[in-house]
Antibody
């Protein structure tokens, strides 16, 4: 059974960089046919896609966040990571990592989510 | 950028049918996916590609998509169906979510 687990600091200071890692187990991040991505959800609000990456390194980003976001992949560790620079209180959210099929474009496996507070 | 519009809330009596809509320009030409999210949990896909159910999702969940509106239908609504529901499409190499609908089962 595929599992995804987010990890990283739960508290980040304003203007600093938020960094999270998603570790994939029960399957290979190098499997063809899947993107690996990040989605966030501010407290009490809806879902916002941040971006996705293919194991080859091809990336897609939300245009509204693109200038501050970098998603990278480490196939040797079966992990992918998120960096979000110059954070503000508006970046406080639960951050989820998820797998998305390249043909279905459905987010079929999700991590449990991790709350990151900017303060 | 592409936008998806959902009602903020929908109410349904226990055992009746709930319909949650997702509006978008010519959404019928896109594949629409639906997610259920219960408090404190990650979203779970309940319908993919307009009208397909993943394994483990009850037949009570169904979807349709035509013109400018996609619809998630929940038949014989149960208390356990009470949750937030989000529609999602892929447009111009981006993932787009609707704003979400809170389903209340009365």
């Amino acid at each position: 059974q595929l599992q995804l687990q987010e990890s990283g600091p739960g508290l980040v200071k304003p203007s600093e960089t938020l960094s999270l890692t998603c570790t994939v187990s029960g399957g290979s991040i190098s499997s063809s046919g899947y993107y690996w991505g990040w989605i966030r959800q501010p407290p009490g609000k809806g879902l916002e896609w941040i971006g996705s990456i293919y194991y080859s390194g091809n990336t897609y980003y939300n245009p509204s966040l693109k200038s501050r976001v970098t998603i990278s992949v480490d196939t040797s560790e079966n992990q992918f990571s998120l960096r979000l620079t110059s954070v503000t209180a508006a970046d406080t959210a639960v951050y989820y990592c998820a797998r998305m099929g390249t043909t279905t474009v459905t987010l079929d496996y999700w991590g449990q989510g991790t709350l990151v507070t900017v303060s | 950028s592409y936008e998806l519009t959902q009602p903020l809330s929908v109410s349904v009596a226990l055992g009746q049918t709930a319909r949650i809509t997702c509006g978008g320009n010519n959404i019928g030409s896109k594949n629409v996916h639906w997610y259920q999210q219960k408090p404190g949990q990650a979203p779970v896909v309940v319908i993919y590609r307009d009208n397909n159910r993943p394994s483990g999702i009850p037949e009570r969940f169904s979807g349709s998509n035509s013109g400018n509106t996609a619809t998630l239908t929940i038949s014989r609504a149960q208390a356990g169906d009470e949750a937030d529901y989000y529609c999602q499409v892929w447009d111009s190499s981006t993932v787009v979510f609707g704003g979400g609908t809170k389903l209340t089962v009365l």
